[in-house]
């Protein structure tokens, strides 16, 4: 494989050959095809999909979030995406600050298992060791008991002299561990939160049944399917906002040693691909020699067939005479000297029966002897 076939692949999944998905069913579908993806280009070298690029159907120009105010297609793909988020069909989460990740509703489990937190109900706690601030539980607490809530509303009951610029990085805290999500979006109220389990309860009780080994084996392939072929340093750098890059390494090193993924040359480079399935090998059909028939019987003729049954006793005598010896035929060898004749016996002969009174006895046989021997 080449760059340029590499790059093929990646417009048509991507849907930056001029086929834009404009429709909500075009987003849906394309959010299921690539599984993840960006909602803006990333500065920083992200290799991910953009769902702004798919909207435009093209990589050309594209603005990135700082830009996205100014720029009517961005505010038109925006439209699309809160119409996806209220269905459900996709959800958001914050991977890269202000750039959201969409991540489509087939894989969110997996995605929860992998930065969700395991007990989503219990309200945060803030501290030294706390990786969320007194602020941040604040605003949990507040979007629990009133959510959905918008941003506006929440600034004033935690107090009109909180900043914008502070609840966002609040909101921020709590997103990033998935504990809120933003369902709505208004032009003048601004964005709608609520908290994630009550939002969608059976994805997250879906994902907190699934294990951080298993997301992360299910989210590489996943990922490797979405971008074609990468090199383990770039699978790093996108799963790195979430795990450590060892836990990364660690679940790449699995699926090789399970020939799930596999190694490819595209030009000068060895990139990580999955599998491809091997095509089933068709045996030709083994043609066997057909057995000749038998040729039926010959039957006799009409005019034998119509005759009686045929007579099984004995021949009589004269019915078949002998025929003659014909002249010049060769004659039949002699019988040699002291064989028996055959036919009756001529007169004067040793007459069968008993032996006639006054001949010579016969001698007793031992036993064991052996027949006795014939005299010539």
Known sequence: MSDIDLNQLRSDKWRLNGIP??????????????????????RQTVLAPTFIGAWVGSVENLPTWQHAFADPRAQEATALMVRILRERDAYEANLFN???????????????????????????????????????????GLIQRKGPISKQQMREDLGGSISFVAL???????????????????????SSWDVLYRWSP???????????????????SKYLDCVIAADQQE???F??????????????????????LSYVRVGNRLLLQITPAKSAVVHAAILRPKPVARRPAEQ???????????WSGPRPPSSRPSRPRPSGSRPSAPRPPGSRPSGPRPPGSRPAGPKPPGSRPSRPRSPGSGPPRRRP
């Open 98 to 140: 202000e750039n959201s990740l969409l991540v489509a509703a087939s894989i969110f489990p997996y995605f929860y298992a992998l930065a969700g937190d395991r007990n989503p109900k219990q309200p945060p706690k803030a501290g030294p060791r706390s990786e969320y601030s007194q602020l941040a539980c604040d605003t949990f």
């Open 239 to 260: 799963f790195g906002k979430l795990v450590p890059r060892s836990r990364v390494k660690d679940a790449v090193n699995l699926l090789l040693n399970a020939r799930e």
């Open 168 to 190: 966002d990085r609040a909101l921020g805290e709590l997103w990033s561990r998935l504990r809120i999500t933003r369902v709505d979006y208004d032009i003048t109220g601004g």
């Open 21 to 42: 998905a404009r429709t909500i069913e075009d987003a849906r579908s394309f959010l299921e095809s690539v599984g993840f993806c960006m909602m803006y280009p990333q």
């Open 300 to 310: 006799p003729p009409s005019h034998a067939r119509s005759r009686g049954p045929r």
């Open 202 to 220: 059976d994805a997250v009780r879906e994902g907190m049944e699934i294990s951080v080994s298993e997301a992360l084996s299910f989210l590489v």
């Open 235 to 237: 699978i790093e750098s």
